[in-house]
């Protein structure tokens, strides 16, 4: 019984999604598809961690809506981001702009990357030196 | 002793990264309007309280005004309704409001049961001239001055503190955004 209850709860809890589809359709498969890119990467202002294609929030409908108007306008995505980054700033896109005030932003991987493997090749460097400066002592002790 | 300052130093710099990062964060963005120092988006919206007319942003240029956005759904817009009023009585400056998605039969019967405070309501239903204002949730107060530059946004429920802190001196010019 318990189990029952359980799993019809964890139907409940999982289920909320299904109420979040988003049911517009274009005639159009490319511009269904550069749609929910777009409002993938757009955030939901009121709820912050979703997108506006994730949110059942009314401000996320409008800006869906403000989506799709622009895409049968013609407009690039391009376009739509600086509508929205230009209305609600930089905030409003999950992806930061590619320019020189996010540079670090987009550096910084590869950045991490070249410290660690120069950390790695001097560590494997000081450690090949001790291999050989241990070999007689070892030896030593083995024939002992 | 050495081999532990490569990591401290690490740890160091993380600890500065992220103290700024945090200090930054994106929260604090969200309190900034990206409007600030720029023109206030223009609009032509059918007026609430007049039926047939249009209330447009034209009509308040030359002289500095407060925008409102409000809606009858809103909690903080009914606590922040009473000092609305009392600021709309010392006819500083003229305060215009956006019904955002909202019912005119409600909007009319709270402002009959609750009092006026607006010189012209603009109604916006489909929720438009709220995107163009970047408005992320009501209430929203924008102060536009003389230029129709806006000067300054607040998220939030007005106060009387809040008011004499932040849009007193902006509406003196003695703050004036720099951008």
Redesign the interface.
């Known amino acids: 019984m318990k189990r029952v209850i359980f799993l019809a709860m964890f139907a409940l809890l999982t289920s909320i999604p299904a109420f979040a589809i988003d049911t517009t359709r274009f005639e159009d498969p490319a511009l269904q598809e550069r749609y929910s890119k777009l409002t993938h990467e757009l955030r939901c ?2 709820c ?1 961690n979703t997108s506006i294609a994730d949110s059942q929030v ?2 996320a409908a ?2 869906r ?2 989506v799709h108007d622009l895409l049968v306008q013609g407009k690039t995505d391009d376009d739509i981001r600086q509508f929205m ?5 930089e ?1 409003i896109l999950f992806r930061p702009l590619a320019n020189a005030r996010n540079m670090w932003l987009w550096l910084a991987p590869s950045a991490f990357l070249i410290i660690g493997v120069l ?1 790695a090749v001097r560590v494997i460097r000081q450690r090949a030196k001790l291999v050989t400066q241990d070999d007689e002592p070892v030896e030593e002790e083995a024939g002992r | 002793m050495n081999r532990f300052l ?1 990591p401290l130093g690490v740890f160091a710099l993380l600890a500065v990264v992220l103290y700024v990062g945090v200090k930054n964060s ?1 929260n604090r ?2 309190m ?4 600030i120092g720029r023109p206030a988006p223009q609009f032509t919206l059918p007026d609430l309280t007049t039926p047939g007319a249009s209330v447009s942003s034209a009509t308040f240029r030359g002289k500095p005004y407060v925008f409102n956005v409000w809606a009858t759904w809103c909690p903080s817009c009914r606590v922040e309704h009473q000092t609305l009023l009392e600021l709309s009585k010392q006819q500083e400056v003229p305060i215009v409001g956006l019904n955002w ?1 909202d019912e005119d039969d409600l909007a009319h019967e709270w402002l009959a049961r609750l009092g006026n405070p607006y010189a012209a309501i603009a109604v916006d239903k ?3 001239t ?8 009501a209430p929203e107060t924008f102060l536009v001055d003389a230029n129709g530059i806006v000067q300054y946004r607040l998220a939030g429920a007005m106060t009387h503190e809040i008011w004499q802190r932040e849009f007193v001196p902006r509406l003196a010019g003695k703050a004036t955004v720099a951008k």
């Open positions: 202002m009121q912050l009314d401000l409008d800006l809506r403000e980054v230009a209305r609600y700033g905030f950390v | 490569f994106p963005e969200t900034t309007s990206v409007l998605r489909p929720g438009r709220a995107i163009d204002y970047g408005v992320t949730g």
